[in-house]
């Protein structure tokens, strides 16, 4: 990120959305609109006196929610580039008409209450979609109980609460009672693998699963972890290695069956319900708290953006490649990378990155026929 | 949480400390605050700060507003590994007009709070120990200026397989020269001998030939069939490689390895004899002819993978059970049985192919991994994991999933060209997560089955990628290259030659001189590995960035505790 950021010849346009695609000529004409932050990015350093005086709160999307945050903000503190955003939909001067704390408060001038979204036009000789997944929802499957248990939280809200930077400085403070969390159940295929949802497999679950659960062992001795799963898909570069060594270094232990039904137990416990394939038994395990690892879906939004580069998708917004020329999207020119045209691990990522980059400069060079 | 020491210094170089915590890698497991305090209290030392990520935009802004406003000279980042970090380090004391090679780089991560997890108090010595050998080596540091080497713009591509002959199409595409190097009389590897493809969904065959003509079109490629590379001299920009079939050497800036892997023969396992119990690989060529009609096949997943002595999963063998059974069921209408452990159909293709094999009316039998299926007598016992009991299944074709395994050459290239294999022997990637073509030796790259297990899709993504990565400094036609090399002083040296017959890069030469044969280093070529450094008897080589005096001045710190 820091290298992309001090590349001299990548401009970064964060916050920032494609409105308008004109093909002119084997070029395109982007129309992008910069959204405001109410902040001059040339001004802002990030020194942050702004958010601590703050009043205006809002739900921290970042920490999946998990806290507050002020309605001016960065985004993440390794956040490229460091300047700060106003959330006109929580700060208190949009919404009463009154306040104005962050603008007195910075001495350098950076806020800018006026400051309206730009509209850029650049042209291009090639496009590269990497807009990466979202999660699914997992609230519509009510038997898991997500949004009703406090203690079943999804993977990417344990990567904020095991994370020093997140909500709980890195300890497993569970959402219900803040007791931390020694027994938890992480459970497979949310979403994936499932006809009504996701028929697909997410590919990264399983291995993200496990090593959730090693964090928790190393961060607590006494913590145990329990992977409920289906077929256990560890197939990239010194996978099994590691899940073999989460089952005998980190007590991490594996049961194959999909959970049917997480009930509210006593003292916030969540109760997972399922039936061990192996014991060909109904089982229930009283946890202290449940990740559910949810299926990886195409940004929101993905699908608008193919429908305007007019690139054709599949009906999740996955962006379709031909397998022979797998960077290359149905519209010359295009080119994609990453969990946009399907779940990947992060080696797969890259090398596909560097494949969209080479047929990108294949095409900036010209092709100069072989 | 700043901390000045010493207003000033007496004689050394004035010395900025920064200690990451990076987040909890390392102050979860050592006092970071205590480290960060004795620091100051170090000889030199006159600014120490302790960061919750040193790398972030913040914490490398903190590293360039030191060094501008205490006018630092020296800068100690105690963080993380060099291998990923280095060169952000380097890059922050540049912007702030530093010299780059004035940073030393601390590891109090990998070296300490992870390894020493469980005594943070022992940790945390450690990491004083660490930084105050640091801080001593960084006074006794010297500025250095980057090599700068020439590309020659041709690039070398080991192996014809499907990796190999996309990588050398799309360089070719982009101008460069390509000489192609294959061991077999034909190009096309592995490949030639599958029958269908997915999600292409067309004869392999078809798709092998369409390439291969491509290639052999390709005016810039130069096919060298029935070849082998016998030597590689040279270093990035300018390698010199002897190939079995022509009598000069080849020259080339760049080499991609694309060797790919072989399919492992299960002898003795199975009742395998290649008629009636056949590798997935022989029934891809079974099922391309016509004659064989077997009644019930059943075929058997993890044939020598993911097993004490080879761990790992083969990644594609799951997926190519699935796509000849499903054809098996439309051309030969037999009744198919997988026998499996876990299915690994990742993604989305794989797993709708798994939804259509099932439609196709494909049974699957899943095993415990600690019984596996015996087969005898034209019979498969296996224990199903979901029933809890023995099923017999009778065969008439009994297939065996066996896993890729490292090709037999890998490890007279790895030798040739230095660079490593994994444990299985797999060619082993800069970093697995983030530099997965790369080697940490520059100039040369890999990619497909010669690094993993990878579908055919995968290979052509990586072998792009590596096309990618070579043609950044083909592109260029210029290297930059790290100047901590070895540096000969010629009034020591005798031009005894020791030092040139055992430099592993071939980084030294004898030149003649007025004084009599002398050596010298190929500042390009040399590693800085150190090993002429350690031979030379005249003490005439001086390794820079890693001299005497500043070792010595490091080796001493670590005994001189206060």
């Given at each position: 990120?820091?290298?992309?950021?001090?590349?001299p010849r990548v401009e970064l346009l964060a916050y920032s959305?494609?409105?308008?695609?004109?093909?002119?000529?084997?070029?395109?004409?982007?129309?992008?609109?910069?959204?405001?932050?109410?902040?001059?990015?040339?001004?802002?350093?990030?020194?942050?006196?702004?958010?601590?005086?703050c009043p205006g709160k809002a739900p921290d999307a970042f920490?999946?929610?998990?806290?507050?945050?002020?309605?001016?903000?960065?985004?993440?503190?390794?956040?490229?580039?460091?300047?700060?955003?106003?959330?006109?939909?929580?700060?208190?001067?949009?919404?009463?008409?009154?306040?104005?704390?962050?603008?007195?408060?910075?001495?350098?001038?950076?806020?800018?209450?006026?400051?309206?979204?730009?509209?850029?036009?650049?042209?291009?000789?090639?496009?590269?979609?990497?807009?990466?997944?979202?999660?699914?929802?997992?609230?519509?499957?009510?038997?898991?109980?997500?949004?009703?248990?406090?203690?079943?939280?999804?993977?990417?809200?344990?990567?904020?609460?095991?994370?020093?930077?997140?909500?709980?400085?890195?300890?497993?403070?569970?959402?219900?009672?803040?007791?931390?969390?020694?027994?938890?159940?992480?459970?497979?295929?949310?979403?994936?693998?499932?006809?009504?949802?996701?028929?697909?497999?997410?590919?990264?679950?399983?291995?993200?699963?496990?090593?959730?659960?090693?964090?928790?062992?190393?961060?607590?001795?006494?913590?145990?972890?329990?992977?409920?799963?289906?077929?256990?898909?560890?197939?990239?570069?010194?996978?099994?290695?590691?899940?073999?060594?989460?089952?005998?270094?980190?007590?991490?232990?594996?049961?194959?069956?999909?959970?049917?039904?997480?009930?509210?137990?006593?003292?916030?416990?969540?109760?997972?319900?399922?039936?061990?394939?192996?014991?060909?038994?109904?089982?229930?395990?009283?946890?202290?708290?449940?990740?559910?690892?949810?299926?990886?879906?195409?940004?929101?939004?993905?699908?608008?953006?193919?429908?305007?580069?007019?690139?054709?998708?599949?009906?999740?917004?996955?962006?379709?490649?031909?397998?022979?020329?797998?960077?290359?999207?149905?519209?010359?020119?295009?080119?994609?990378?990453?969990?946009?045209?399907?779940?990947?691990?992060?080696?797969?990522?890259?090398?596909?990155?560097?494949?969209?980059?080479?047929?990108?400069?294949?095409?900036?060079?010209?092709?100069?026929?072989? | 949480?700043?901390?000045?020491?010493?207003?000033?210094?007496?004689?050394?170089?004035?010395?900025?400390?920064?200690?990451?915590?990076?987040?909890?890698?390392?102050?979860?497991?050592?006092?970071?605050?205590?480290?960060?305090?004795?620091?100051?209290?170090?000889?030199?030392?006159?600014?120490?700060?302790?960061?919750?990520?040193?790398?972030?935009?913040?914490?490398?802004?903190?590293?360039?507003?030191?060094?501008?406003?205490?006018?630092?000279?020296?800068?100690?980042?105690?963080?993380?590994?060099?291998?990923?970090?280095?060169?952000?380090?380097?890059?922050?004391?540049?912007?702030?007009?530093?010299?780059?090679?004035?940073?030393?780089?601390?590891?109090?991560?990998?070296?300490?709070?992870?390894?020493?997890?469980?005594?943070?108090?022992?940790?945390?010595?450690?990491?004083?120990?660490?930084?105050?050998?640091?801080?001593?080596?960084?006074?006794?540091?010297?500025?250095?200026?980057?090599?700068?080497?020439?590309?020659?713009?041709?690039?070398?591509?080991?192996?014809?397989?499907?990796?190999?002959?996309?990588?050398?199409?799309?360089?070719?595409?982009?101008?460069?020269?390509?000489?192609?190097?294959?061991?077999?009389?034909?190009?096309?590897?592995?490949?030639?001998?599958?029958?269908?493809?997915?999600?292409?969904?067309?004869?392999?065959?078809?798709?092998?030939?369409?390439?291969?003509?491509?290639?052999?079109?390709?005016?810039?490629?130069?096919?060298?069939?029935?070849?082998?590379?016998?030597?590689?001299?040279?270093?990035?920009?300018?390698?010199?490689?002897?190939?079995?079939?022509?009598?000069?050497?080849?020259?080339?800036?760049?080499?991609?390895?694309?060797?790919?892997?072989?399919?492992?023969?299960?002898?003795?396992?199975?009742?395998?004899?290649?008629?009636?119990?056949?590798?997935?690989?022989?029934l891809e060529g079974l099922l391309a002819k016509p004659g064989?009609?077997?009644?019930?096949?059943?075929?058997?997943?993890?044939?020598?993978?993911?097993?004490?002595?080879?761990?790992?999963?083969?990644?594609?063998?799951?997926?190519?059970?699935?796509?000849?059974?499903?054809?098996?069921?439309?051309?030969?209408?037999?009744?198919?049985?997988?026998?499996?452990?876990?299915?690994?159909?990742?993604?989305?293709?794989?797993?709708?192919?798994?939804?259509?094999?099932?439609?196709?009316?494909?049974?699957?039998?899943?095993?415990?991994?600690?019984?596996?299926?015996?087969?005898?007598?034209?019979?498969?016992?296996?224990?199903?994991?979901?029933?809890?009991?023995?099923?017999?299944?009778?065969?008439?074709?009994?297939?065996?999933?066996?896993?890729?395994?490292?090709?037999?050459?890998?490890?007279?290239?790895?030798?040739?060209?230095?660079?490593?294999?994994?444990?299985?022997?797999?060619?082993?990637?800069?970093?697995?997560?983030?530099?997965?073509?790369?080697?940490?030796?520059?100039?040369?790259?890999?990619?497909?089955?010669?690094?993993?297990?990878?579908?055919?899709?995968?290979?052509?993504?990586?072998?792009?990628?590596?096309?990618?990565?070579?043609?950044?400094?083909?592109?260029?036609?210029?290297?930059?290259?790290?100047?901590?090399?070895?540096?000969?002083?010629?009034?020591?040296?005798?031009?005894?030659?020791?030092?040139?017959?055992?430099?592993?890069?071939?980084?030294?030469?004898?030149?003649?001189?007025?004084?009599?044969?002398?050596?010298?280093?190929?500042?390009?070529?040399?590693?800085?590995?150190?090993?002429?450094?350690?031979?030379?008897?005249?003490?005439?080589?001086?390794?820079?960035?890693?001299?005497?005096?500043?070792?010595?001045?490091?080796?001493?710190?670590?005994?001189?505790?206060?």
């Amino acid at each position: 990120m820091l290298d992309a950021g001090r590349h001299p010849r990548v401009e970064l346009l964060a916050y920032s959305e494609i409105e308008g695609l004109k093909r002119k000529g084997g070029k395109f004409s982007l129309k992008v609109r910069k959204r405001t932050r109410y902040v001059d990015e040339e001004i802002c350093n990030a020194c942050g006196d702004c958010v601590s005086k703050c009043p205006g709160k809002a739900p921290d999307a970042f920490d999946m929610d998990l806290r507050k945050r002020k309605a001016i903000y960065l985004y993440f503190s390794q956040g490229i580039p460091a300047v700060m955003t106003i959330d006109s939909d929580h700060c208190i001067y949009f919404t009463k008409g009154k306040c104005g704390v962050c603008k007195k408060i910075c001495d350098k001038g950076a806020i800018d209450y006026e400051m309206k979204d730009k509209i850029l036009a650049l042209d291009v000789d090639a496009v590269i979609v990497a807009t990466g997944l979202d999660i699914f929802d997992p609230t519509a499957l009510t038997h898991y109980g997500f949004g009703k248990i406090q203690n079943v939280i999804t993977g990417l809200q344990y990567e904020r609460l095991i994370n020093a930077t997140g909500p709980t400085g890195g300890h497993l403070h569970r959402p219900s009672d803040g007791k931390l969390a020694k027994k938890v159940a992480y459970v497979q295929c949310v979403g994936s693998r499932d006809l009504n949802n996701c028929a697909y497999c997410s590919s990264v679950c399983c291995m993200y699963s496990i090593k959730d659960a090693m964090l928790a062992r190393e961060h607590d001795p006494e913590s145990v972890s329990y992977v409920f799963h289906t077929d256990l898909r560890n197939v990239g570069k010194g996978f099994q290695k590691y899940e073999k060594r989460a089952a005998e270094e980190y007590g991490v232990q594996y049961i194959r069956g999909r959970v049917a039904e997480i009930e509210d137990g006593p003292n916030g416990n969540p109760i997972v319900w399922y039936e061990d394939t192996r014991k060909r038994k109904v089982e229930s395990l009283e946890t202290e708290m449940v990740v559910l690892a949810t299926a990886a879906m195409p940004s929101r939004g993905a699908l608008g953006l193919a429908k305007l580069l007019r690139i054709k998708a599949d009906k999740y917004g996955f962006i379709l490649c031909p397998p022979e020329q797998p960077a290359d999207t149905s519209v010359a020119g295009i080119f994609a990378c990453g969990f946009c045209k399907g779940p990947c691990d992060i080696p797969e990522a890259v090398s596909q990155a560097s494949a969209a980059a080479e047929r990108a400069a294949a095409r900036i060079y010209e092709e100069v026929g072989v | 949480m700043s901390k000045q020491g010493r207003k000033d210094t007496v004689n050394g170089p004035r010395i900025g400390v920064f200690v990451c915590n990076c987040g909890t890698n390392i102050a979860g497991f050592l006092d970071a605050k205590t480290v960060a305090d004795y620091a100051s209290g170090l000889p030199n030392v006159i600014f120490v700060r302790e960061n919750l990520y040193s790398c972030s935009e913040a914490g490398i802004n903190d590293i360039r507003q030191a060094i501008t406003d205490n006018k630092l000279e020296r800068v100690v980042v105690a963080a993380c590994t060099p291998r990923t970090h280095e060169p952000t380090f380097r890059a922050a004391c540049e912007d702030a007009g530093l010299n780059p090679y004035y940073f030393e780089f601390v590891n109090i991560r990998e070296h300490c709070s992870w390894v020493h997890k469980e005594d943070r108090e022992a940790a945390t010595e450690k990491a004083k120990d660490l930084i105050r050998m640091g801080v001593a080596r960084a006074a006794y540091l010297e500025p250095m200026e980057p090599i700068i080497g020439d590309v020659t713009k041709r690039a070398l591509v080991i192996g014809g397989g499907i990796s190999g002959m996309t990588a050398s199409l799309e360089l070719a595409r982009r101008g460069f020269e390509v000489v192609l190097v294959e061991k077999q009389k034909q190009l096309g590897g592995l490949l030639r001998a599958v029958n269908w493809i997915y999600p292409h969904e067309k004869p392999a065959a078809e798709y092998v030939k369409g390439l291969v003509g491509r290639v052999g079109k390709a005016r810039r490629i130069k096919v060298l069939k029935s070849s082998e590379v016998t030597e590689v001299k040279g270093y990035i920009g300018n390698y010199i490689v002897s190939v079995t079939s022509l009598k000069e050497p080849v020259t080339a800036g760049i080499i991609i390895l694309a060797t790919g892997a072989e399919v492992l023969v299960p002898e003795g396992q199975y009742g395998f004899d290649s008629k009636r119990a056949v590798t997935q690989l022989q029934l891809e060529g079974l099922l391309a002819k016509p004659g064989t009609r077997p009644k019930n096949v059943v075929m058997i997943g993890c044939v020598g993978s993911r097993m004490r002595d080879r761990l790992y999963c083969s990644r594609i063998c799951c997926m190519t059970a699935i796509k000849n059974a499903i054809l098996i069921r439309k051309k030969w209408k037999s009744d198919v049985t997988m026998l499996y452990r876990d299915l690994m159909c990742y993604g989305i293709k794989n797993e709708s192919l798994l939804m259509d094999a099932k439609e196709a009316g494909v049974r699957f039998v899943n095993y415990p991994d600690d019984a596996p299926p015996l087969a005898e007598k034209g019979e498969v016992k296996v224990t199903s994991a979901i029933l809890g009991r023995e099923m017999v299944l009778p065969y008439d074709l009994l297939v065996l999933e066996t896993p890729l395994v490292p090709a037999g050459t890998n490890e007279a290239l790895s030798r040739m060209l230095k660079v490593p294999l994994d444990e299985y022997g797999f060619f082993l990637e800069a970093h697995v997560k983030l530099r997965p073509l790369d080697f940490a030796t520059d100039g040369i790259f890999v990619c497909g089955t010669a690094r993993w297990p990878a579908g055919i899709q995968e290979c052509i993504e990586q072998a792009l990628g590596a096309a990618s990565r070579a043609s950044t400094f083909l592109e260029s036609g210029r290297v930059k290259v790290e100047p901590i090399v070895s540096f000969i002083t010629e009034e020591d040296c005798r031009g005894c030659g020791l030092c040139v017959a055992l430099c592993p890069y071939g980084a030294i030469e004898l030149i003649e001189t007025e004084a009599g044969e002398k050596a010298r280093t190929i500042d390009v070529a040399c590693k800085g590995c150190g090993t002429c450094g350690a031979t030379c008897y005249r003490g005439a080589i001086t390794m820079k960035h890693y001299s005497d005096e500043q070792l010595t001045a490091q080796i001493r710190a670590a005994f001189e505790k206060e």
